[in-house]
């Protein structure tokens, strides 16, 4: 069966390039869009073998749009697809829940060698697990949603909050929290941390959910399943 393989990349002609290529590669392209909002959308629908990301989108930050697919238990395999190249980038597109990343410009061989390894090792993805959880990360307006209600987070909020729920019921620890929340490297002390934290769980209040960012002492953070 061919892997299938979902494109977002705000470059028409590159968007276009890519889509040939990749089906005369013998993939089938599922969709090729050129917003995160759009991506998000169809790949929650219908989740691909693989995704091919660009950071920076009109509407999202790639990276944040990975993030929130991890939260909803979307496990797709993601390669990023950047001219961002230094370390710091890779390393938060890593952070964000990546599993490859190709700088531009790149070799279309290289490209294919790497999706067709990570479509080997993909699991399978449902659309029913994107709903076992109850809160909705929504990476284009920075805001999350449950039970009718949507609060706003700032870029910092909606990345820790993003690492969390994308491994919820085990103990995320501080210095991965610390390296998804702030991708560029920041130097941040513990008690920075804690007050996003603490922010969080007021904005959970706000959505009337029984759940909550529990204290692990001495290590970091977990929501409870």
Known sequence: MEPSVAIAEDD???????????????????????????????????????????????D?????????????????????????????????GFHSGADDYLPKPFSFAEL???????????????????????????????????????????PTEFRLLAALEARRGTVVRRAALIAAAWPNGAIVHDNTLDAYVTR???KLRELKLTEAIETVRGVGYRVAE
Do not use: K, Q
């Open 12 to 58: 028409r002609t590159l968007r276009a390039l890519l889509s040939r290529g990749l089906r005369e590669e013998g993939f089938a392209v599922s969709c090729a869009v050129g917003s995160g909002g759009e991506l998000l959308d169809r790949v929650m629908a219908a989740p691909p073998d693989v995704i091919v990301m660009d950071i920076g989108l009109p």
């Open 60 to 92: 999202a930050d790639g990276r944040d749009v990975v993030a929130a697919l991890r939260a909803r238990d979307i496990w797709t395999p993601v390669l990023i697809l950047t001219a961002r190249g230094n370390l710091t980038d890779r390393l938060s």
């Open 112 to 154: 294919i060698v790497r999706l067709r390894s990570l479509a080997r090792r993909a699991i399978p993805a449902s659309a029913d697990m994107a709903e076992s959880v109850g809160l909705r990360l929504d990476p284009t307006g920075h805001c999350v949603s449950a039970n009718g209600v949507a609060v706003s987070l700032t």
């Open 200 to 202: 969080l769980r007021r």
